[in-house]
């Protein structure tokens, strides 16, 4: 009987292709958590076959141990935006603490770089939904370290950043704009580079991982395609699509008067209070998103780094570029009659789950 991997996230934009990937094979069966187990994404999910839903809260122990009991393995992928940065960081230990009460063997945590941490504390970089799931990640690494607990559980750390396909999706950090025919990407970069992820590589790092225990047990695999840069990115989409674009580089202060936030004065998670002292506005959160990639530079220097070379050996077919992902992207769709990318640029569509929810939601 294929072992159950119990997946907290399962409906966002990474949890699809994760599951997808776990299951595809009948290696693995799969029960996801989501508030609304009739909902298209879980309909989605639940067609895959060997996938079956729980409905409920990542904000409930009572939940979560119903999730936890049973299966053998977790991907626990908490949604900072829904949350907030401290009530991600309580459930998130909440999670580790109950898949080792409940006997879960292997446990893998979707996360974001600790920015802060790797900036040496410099408070221009504080990103709330990055440190968030950044201190977790590093605790759950310690936690690993303990004997008592080792012995019991593994675990693994998936280190992401902004999907690929966030460069041309509705209401992400990096939609683009239509200007005289052309596609603009008007964001505050400078002359940095962003840790840019493909979802479809989502699907065969964390199977890898579920699949190489030995190997992957207290790593922490941090990926990305490429570091970025929205000149060379821009070229891409010219040259594979035939369309012209551009990179305009533009302050804070005219992305946070034209952006695609506004002005940014509401809370970072749609259940976070700007009341309590602790929840940063959108505003802050992203000022301090932008300033880690205008940081963060190609061949790997600056802020944030990955290592290519690792990723290479384990994922020896992935993207590499944003050209070989717009090339990738462009065949697909003639093959499957889907819109092309300056199609899908012309008319911006949800990637995220918090964009095709509005923002409606709740724990």
Same mark, same amino acid.
């Given at each position: 009987?294929?072992?159950?991997?119990?997946?907290? +996230?399962?409906? &966002? #934009? %990474?949890?699809?292709? /994760?599951?997808?990937?776990?299951?595809?094979? *009948?290696?693995?069966?799969?029960? @996801?958590?989501?508030?609304?187990?009739?909902?298209?994404?879980?309909?989605?999910?639940?067609?895959?076959?060997?996938?079956?839903?729980?409905?409920?809260?990542?904000?409930?122990?009572?939940?979560?141990?119903? +999730?936890?009991? &049973? #299966? %053998?393995?977790?991907? /626990?992928?908490?949604?900072?935006?829904?949350? *907030?940065?401290?009530?991600?960081? @309580?459930?998130?230990?909440?999670?580790?603490?109950?898949?080792?009460?409940?006997?879960?063997?292997?446990?893998?945590?979707?996360?974001?770089?600790?920015?802060?941490?790797?900036?040496?504390?410099?408070?221009?970089?504080?990103? &709330?939904?990055?440190?968030?799931?950044?201190?977790?990640?590093?605790?759950?690494?310690?936690?690993?370290?303990?004997?008592?607990?080792?012995?019991?559980?593994?675990?693994?750390?998936?280190?992401?950043?902004?999907?690929?396909?966030?460069?041309?999706?509705?209401?992400?950090?990096?939609?683009?704009?239509?200007?005289?025919?052309?596609?603009?990407?008007?964001?505050?970069?400078?002359?940095?580079?962003?840790?840019?992820?493909?979802?479809?590589?989502?699907?065969?790092?964390?199977?890898?991982?579920?699949?190489?225990?030995?190997?992957?047990?207290?790593?922490?695999?941090?990926?990305?395609?490429?570091?970025?840069?929205?000149?060379?990115?821009?070229?891409?989409?010219?040259?594979?699509?035939?369309?012209?674009?551009?990179?305009?580089?533009?302050?804070?202060?005219?992305?946070?008067?034209?952006?695609?936030?506004?002005?940014?004065?509401?809370?970072?998670?749609?259940?976070?209070?700007?009341?309590?002292?602790?929840?940063?506005?959108?505003?802050?959160?992203?000022?301090?998103?932008?300033?880690?990639?205008?940081?963060?530079?190609?061949?790997?220097?600056?802020?944030?780094?990955?290592?290519?070379?690792?990723?290479?050996?384990?994922?020896?077919?992935?993207?590499?570029?944003?050209?070989?992902?717009?090339?990738?992207?462009?065949?697909?769709?003639?093959?499957?009659?889907?819109?092309?990318?300056?199609?899908?640029?012309?008319?911006?569509?949800?990637?995220?789950?918090?964009?095709?929810?509005?923002?409606?939601?709740?724990?």
């Amino acid at each position: 009987m294929a072992p159950l991997v119990f997946v907290v +996230g399962g409906t &966002g #934009a %990474q949890g699809i292709p /994760v599951i997808r990937g776990l299951v595809k094979d *009948g290696a693995y069966s799969v029960r @996801f958590l989501t508030r609304d187990a009739t909902s298209a994404r879980s309909k989605q999910l639940l067609a895959l076959g060997n996938v079956e839903a729980l409905e409920g809260s990542f904000a409930s122990e009572a939940d979560l141990r119903k +999730g936890f009991r &049973g #299966a %053998q393995y977790a991907f /626990v992928n908490i949604d900072g935006f829904n949350s *907030g940065e401290k009530t991600e960081i @309580f459930w998130a230990i909440r999670s580790y603490e109950l898949a080792l009460e409940e006997g879960i063997k292997f446990f893998v945590y979707g996360n974001l770089d600790y920015v802060y941490k790797k900036s040496g504390y410099d408070p221009k970089f504080r990103c &709330g939904h990055y440190d968030g799931k950044g201190r977790i990640g590093e605790w759950i690494l310690q936690q690993n370290k303990v004997p008592e607990n080792a012995k019991r559980m593994g675990a693994a750390i998936f280190t992401t950043g902004p999907y690929m396909q966030m460069a041309l999706g509705q209401r992400t950090p990096m939609s683009p704009v239509i200007e005289d025919g052309v596609v603009t990407w008007k964001v505050p970069l400078g002359q940095g580079a962003v840790a840019h992820v493909d979802l479809d590589d989502c699907e065969y790092y964390v199977r890898w991982l579920f699949d190489h225990q030995y190997r992957s047990n207290g790593l922490d695999l941090e990926v990305a395609i490429d570091l970025v840069d929205y000149h060379e990115m821009a070229k891409a989409f010219t040259k594979v699509t035939g369309h012209p674009a551009k990179y305009v580089d533009i302050d804070l202060d005219t992305y946070w008067t034209s952006g695609p936030f506004g002005s940014g004065q509401h809370a970072a998670g749609y259940n976070a209070d700007l009341s309590d002292p602790s929840t940063m506005n959108i505003r802050d959160n992203f000022t301090g998103f932008w300033n880690m990639w205008k940081h963060t530079h190609t061949g790997n220097r600056g802020v944030i780094k990955r290592d290519f070379a690792l990723l290479d050996e384990i994922h020896p077919n992935r993207i590499k570029s944003a050209e070989e992902w717009f090339l990738r992207e462009e065949k697909r769709s003639k093959e499957l009659g889907l819109p092309s990318l300056w199609e899908r640029a012309t008319n911006l569509k949800p990637v995220l789950k918090i964009a095709e929810d509005g923002r409606r939601g709740r724990l």
